[in-house]
């Protein structure tokens, strides 16, 4: 098969862009043709994919996402593709992945959708989410959340037989090795860990939005001698910089510790 693929962002450490590269390599290593269309790629090629940079302006970001749709449409309608899947909501699409929660659920709790629904950018996003779960399209999504399907089909009436839900899954590298005790041990040795210290794990990209500050205010609030045996590591990218301010403001600063991206997760749950 011949497929087309949309993206906004890749991003290596993200979630979004993590399941995009696992489903995709399968296809890939099954014999079909991926062509990638994005804005932006943060990260080395993945081999086997054909990536298509979209160069977009606009002075928003909704004004850049239309712009991307508009661009790339003609060269998706001229590749004779098999499949349009998608990885951010937009019309056109045969399959979307859906890992983003319901836009207009969420604008819709807000005290302000009042007035914030004549806005041009929440007028945009609900539109392009219709796009995708109106009864009128004919997009198939792929669910990973029965929250969220519920969410949708209430918002916009989705035909259930077009949203699918999809088994909880894991890496393979995820999976508890036998040696798994000699790992764990060997890498809190490199971290200085004593046996008997507490090792706090937070994995994944966006701190404000993981509740990275709301980790360490409950660390600093621990009786001292528990929070003396205590570290908080975090594993991702973002902008650490508010972060160890608040970790410096509550004394707890040497505690705490920004790892960055990495590709070696699997020891950091071991340990």
Partial sequence: MKLAVCLYKYFAYGGLARDFRRILEIRRDAGDEIDVYYIEWQGDPIPGFNQIPIKVSGLTNHAKVRDFYNKSRPLIAAGNYDLVIGFNKMPGLDLYYAADPCYL?????????????????????????????????????????????????????????????LPPGIDPDRVRPDDWQMQRQQFRQQLSLNDDDFLLLMIGSGFKRKGADFAIEAMAALPQALREKTHLYVVGEDNAKPFEQLAHKLDVAERTHFMGGRDDVSKWLLS
């Fill in 105 to 165: 659920a969420r604008v819709r709790q807000e005290s302000s959708y009042i007035i914030k629904q004549f806005f041009g950018r929440v007028r945009f996003y609900e539109a392009w989410e219709r796009a995708v779960f109106g009864p009128q399209s004919h997009t198939v999504s792929m669910m990973i959340s029965s929250v969220q399907r519920k969410l949708f089909e209430q918002y916009y009436q989705t035909p259930p037989e077009r949203l699918v839900d």
